[in-house]
């Protein structure tokens, strides 16, 4: 696919990349910072040039073109996964998958793939969509809610709960334990030490519990299974239990939440919805790519030449994928939100060996989470009073979306133990 015709860029090309955080890019009026990687997407096009230098947290490569960070995503030789988070979170083992290179990888990858197949995580389904009544039962009486904090945060702990075989009324420990991995520790990290040493001992008491007492669960099976004789390590069952917690409940909540955001204001695509429910899957898909919640790193293994600029083995590489997903060469019109768009290839969940192991299961919360709240809520506004908030980080999306309604009637279904203790959790934020 053709560029369009590029214009003179209005910005320094150079300066954008030296100053690129991807931690912290800048917001715009309308609250994201969507204008800015449009900006910077446009830049770069006008004068080709799809990697930069950084000199944010001690200097790195920028990649912000679709096939340069499709190609190193799956030069699993060239570059390393050991470099996906960084700057690293407050963890004291590598993330299972996420920050593993072959061949461990694939060792732990056939581990553990099968409970993360679409016919295994549909079995959450039902669950799932009954929490999201009973969440909605909280607030529809009321008819306003900070759907971000009360429906999206709440949803992704409750169903990491469910395949971890964990007590559902811990959802809101696995929000605290997530913010101060992903983001406390970064401001404050001597405030976050003891919440993650509290994690840790919640994840080994309940492994070992597993080992003896083995359940149906996702944690029981891995910690079962076995390949060619072969077991994870108790090292590595830690750092399964951090990454489920990590990219289930993160990635999750802020793509659910910035899609509600989104339906508040875009009545058209709310209606569009509504009147074609088949449609949900593929709209998920292309708000995926629209407002990819998080960029990934690598770290360069050998000497490899990518749009035009050499990197060397050691080098820190950051795919801005939030930009490259919007890159006019790989997608028409990329700038518009379009639910049925065709051969939707985006890499907001990564490709080839290293797509995202909950890439069906974060499918299926969006999609069930967005259905169900439509069929309660299917009229509702953005709140101009409330506090409306974009959180950066290593993950970014909206986590406060206030909104207002016509007030509507509960369903009375009893209240689950896992969205009680939310309820709670919520109303003392």
């Known amino acids: 696919m053709n560029a369009p015709a590029a214009t003179?860029?209005?910005?320094?090309?150079?300066?954008?990349?030296?100053?690129?955080?991807?931690?912290?890019?800048?917001?715009?009026?309308?609250?994201?910072?969507?204008?800015?990687?449009?900006?910077?997407?446009?830049?770069?096009?006008?004068?080709?040039?799809?990697?930069?230098?950084?000199?944010?947290?001690?200097?790195?490569?920028?990649?912000?073109?679709?096939?340069?960070?499709?190609?190193?995503?799956?030069?699993v030789d060239?570059?390393?996964?050991?470099?996906?988070?960084?700057?690293?979170?407050?963890?004291?083992?590598?993330?299972?998958?996420?920050?593993?290179?072959?061949?461990?990888?694939?060792?732990?990858?056939?581990l553990v793939?099968?409970?993360?197949?679409?016919?295994?995580?549909?079995?959450?389904?039902?669950?799932?969509?009954?929490?999201?009544?009973?969440?909605?039962?909280?607030?529809?009486?009321?008819?306003?809610?900070?759907?971000?904090?009360?429906?999206?945060?709440?949803?992704?702990?409750?169903?990491?709960?469910?395949?971890?075989?964990?007590?559902?009324?811990?959802?809101?420990?696995?929000?605290?334990?997530?913010?101060?991995?992903?983001?406390?520790?970064?401001?404050?990290?001597?405030?976050?030490?003891?919440?993650?040493?509290?994690?840790?001992?919640?994840?080994?008491?309940?492994?070992?519990?597993?080992?003896?007492?083995p359940g149906t669960d996702v944690l029981s099976s891995v910690i079962n299974a076995e390949v060619d004789g072969e077991r994870l390590t108790h090292r590595e069952l830690l750092g399964f239990s951090t990454v489920l917690l990590i990219g289930g409940i993160e990635n999750s909540a802020?793509?659910?939440?910035?899609?509600?955001?989104?339906?508040?204001w875009d009545v058209e695509l709310r209606r569009r919805l509504i009147r074609h429910p088949d449609r949900m899957q593929a709209a998920v898909d292309e708000l995926l790519r629209y407002y990819t919640p998080a960029p990934i790193g690598r770290i360069v293994r050998r000497e490899t030449t990518i749009g035009g600029v050499t990197m060397q083995p050691g080098q820190q590489v950051m795919l801005g994928l939030p930009i490259a997903n919007r890159d006019h060469r790989e997608f028409a019109h990329p700038d518009a939100l379009i639910i049925d768009r065709p051969n939707n290839r985006h890499l907001a969940l990564g490709t080839g060996l290293h797509v995202c192991l909950g890439s069906h299961l974060i499918r299926m919360e969006a999609r069930l989470v967005l259905s169900e709240f439509l069929k309660r809520v299917p009229d509702y506004t953005i709140d101009p009073t409330g506090i409306l908030k974009w959180t950066t980080g290593q993950v970014g999306g909206m986590s406060?979306?206030?909104?207002?309604?016509?007030?509507?009637?509960?369903?009375g279904t009893e209240r689950g133990k896992g969205v009680d203790a939310w309820l709670r959790h919520a109303s003392r934020a």
């Open 78 to 110: 060239g570059f390393s996964s050991t470099g996906v988070i960084f700057p690293k979170y407050a963890v004291t083992e590598p993330l299972m998958l996420a920050e593993q290179d072959e061949p461990e990888h694939m060792r732990a990858r056939r």
């Open 8 to 75: 003179a860029p209005q910005v320094d090309l150079k300066a954008l990349y030296a100053g690129y955080d991807h931690l912290d890019p800048p917001i715009g009026v309308d609250g994201t910072p969507w204008a800015y990687f449009e900006q910077f997407r446009d830049a770069a096009a006008a004068e080709k040039q799809w990697v930069g230098w950084s000199e944010k947290h001690g200097g790195f490569w920028v990649v912000t073109g679709f096939p340069e960070c499709d190609q190193i995503i799956k030069d």
């Open 400 to 411: 406060r979306v206030p909104i207002r309604f016509q007030p509507g009637t509960r369903r």
């Open 254 to 264: 802020k793509l659910i939440g910035t899609s509600l955001w989104r339906l508040g």
């Open 113 to 213: 793939n099968l409970s993360f197949m679409p016919r295994n995580v549909t079995q959450y389904g039902e669950a799932m969509q009954k929490a999201v009544h009973e969440l909605v039962d909280g607030f529809i009486e009321d008819g306003k809610a900070d759907v971000g904090r009360i429906l999206a945060d709440p949803i992704p702990a409750i169903v990491t709960a469910l395949i971890m075989g964990l007590p559902a009324e811990d959802g809101p420990l696995f929000d605290y334990w997530t913010t101060a991995i992903t983001h406390q520790f970064l401001v404050d990290p001597e405030g976050a030490k003891p919440k993650i040493a509290e994690m840790y001992a919640y994840f080994e008491k309940n492994i070992a519990r597993r080992k003896v007492e």
